[in-house]
């Protein structure tokens, strides 16, 4: 699982999580995505799930703060280059949040979303551990 928080990695609950045998990662702090968004001037989330997208292109995404993250997975998507097992697509704001929502609504991916600008990553994180408690029941 990919996440573009580290607020997000923080709230998933990792034994039920680990129970299926995953974890879930989350770049966006790391140096290398740093270096990387300063030298393209692109967003450290773009980076996060560029890089993420690299090594599981096939996971699930937790997306909860940054449109320009969930923008950067569905052109990934469209490239060929991501194949997410389902998106959990909630970001949050003013600028860019509900149309980037929009955008995933269009998309062929299998989603999980909230229309308007609300969300943000305790959604996406309430929404992941709904998931895993119902699938471990």
């Known amino acids: 699982m990919v996440a573009d928080t580290n607020m997000i990695l923080s709230g998933i609950n990792k034994g039920l999580l680990g129970s299926f045998g995953a ?23 773009m980076v996060n799930i560029r890089r993420a997208v690299q090594k599981y292109p096939d996971a699930v995404f937790a997306i ?27 970001p949050v704001g003013f600028v860019e949040a509900a149309e980037s929502k929009e955008a995933l609504l269009e998309s062929a991916v299998p989603y999980i979303t909230i229309r308007g600008r609300k969300g943000g990553s305790t959604v996406a994180v309430a929404i992941i551990n709904a998931i895993l408690k119902l699938a471990g029941s």
């Not at 974890?23 to 989330?45: F, K, M, N, P």
């Not at 993250?69 to 991501?82: I, K, M, P, T």
Request: glycine share 8%; aromatic share 2%.
């Open 23 to 45: 974890q879930v990662v989350c770049l966006v702090a790391d140096e290398e995505t740093r270096t990387v968004a300063e030298a393209e001037g692109l967003t450290r989330s």
């Open 64 to 90: 909860g703060n940054a449109p320009t993250a969930l923008y950067e997975l569905l052109r990934l998507v469209e490239a060929g280059e991501a194949r997410p097992s389902l998106v959990v697509g909630v």
